[in-house]
């Protein structure tokens, strides 16, 4: 079982749905969440963080974590053929006895249909 | 315009000959990473950095891998001898701390044959 779970996709949004990405952890100390966008031949890049339980919204975007549950999840808001990429959820566990354990998601294609 | 900056852009070389890429991190930031993307194996990281002193580099193979940063500036990733087997895309990546997310350079995309 890898330790940072995504759907691989290709996940199919309708223009101006709302996309929803999920990902899930299996270390409960994880303490740092992150989403990255990642265009193909492109590399990644960050959109939005988040480290308490519940919402974050930045624009059209929302995060939300559930430790609890070990799950963080992206919300894309009225999707735009532009928000087609490849979306990479990213954990950090920290530790005492050094900066920490950092993984990446394998990453959800979301192809937006207009 | 801060950004993460990588020479070469792209890379072609022959097996067992010694690649050396190079990471220019954003001013200011003290922790770079080295990651190697490939579609079967997705975004590995390889080895990373803090205030130029290495903190992990249990990703990297120990044998034909070497990571160093010889100053703020530079942070570079030499693979000797290449294999064909090393062709990936290689990102540089830097951050300031454990809560700020990490900035991408645009990758050295090295094709051994």
């Known amino acids: 079982q890898k330790e940072v779970e995504q759907n691989s996709g290709p996940l199919s949004v309708p223009e101006g749905a709302i996309a929803s990405l999920n990902c899930t952890y299996s270390?409960?100390?994880?303490?740092?969440f992150f989403w990255y966008r990642q265009y193909s031949g492109k590399s990644p890049e960050l959109i939005m963080s988040?480290?308490?339980?519940g919402d974050k919204e930045d624009g059209r975007f929302t995060a939300q974590l559930n430790k609890a549950s070990q799950y963080v999840s992206l919300l894309i808001r009225d999707s735009q053929p532009s928000d087609s990429a490849t979306y990479l959820c990213?954990?950090?566990?920290?530790?005492?006895?050094?900066?920490?354990?950092?993984?990446f998601g394998a990453g959800t294609q979301v192809v937006v249909t207009p | 315009d801060a950004r993460v900056t990588q020479t070469p852009r792209d890379k072609v070389t022959e097996m067992g000959q010694e690649v050396t890429m190079r990471c220019q991190p954003i001013?200011?930031?003290?922790?770079v990473f080295w990651y190697r993307q490939t579609m079967m194996q997705g975004l590995e990281l390889l080895a990373y950095?803090?205030?130029?002193?290495?903190?992990?580099d249990s990703g990297m193979p120990k044998d034909r891998f070497s990571a160093e940063m010889p100053d703020a500036t530079l942070a570079t990733l030499k693979i000797q001898p290449s294999e064909p087997r090393d062709s990936a895309v290689y990102f540089c990546?830097?951050?300031?701390?454990?809560?700020?997310?990490?900035?991408f350079g645009p990758g050295t995309r090295l094709t051994v044959l």
């Open positions: 990546a830097s951050g300031l701390g454990r809560q700020d997310g990490q900035f």
């Open positions: 270390d409960r100390g994880s303490q740092s």
């Open positions: 988040i480290y308490s339980n």
């Open positions: 990213a954990v950090i566990t920290f530790s005492t006895d050094s900066w920490g354990k950092l993984q």
């Open positions: 001013l200011g930031h003290n922790t």
């Open positions: 950095f803090r205030n130029r002193a290495p903190l992990d």
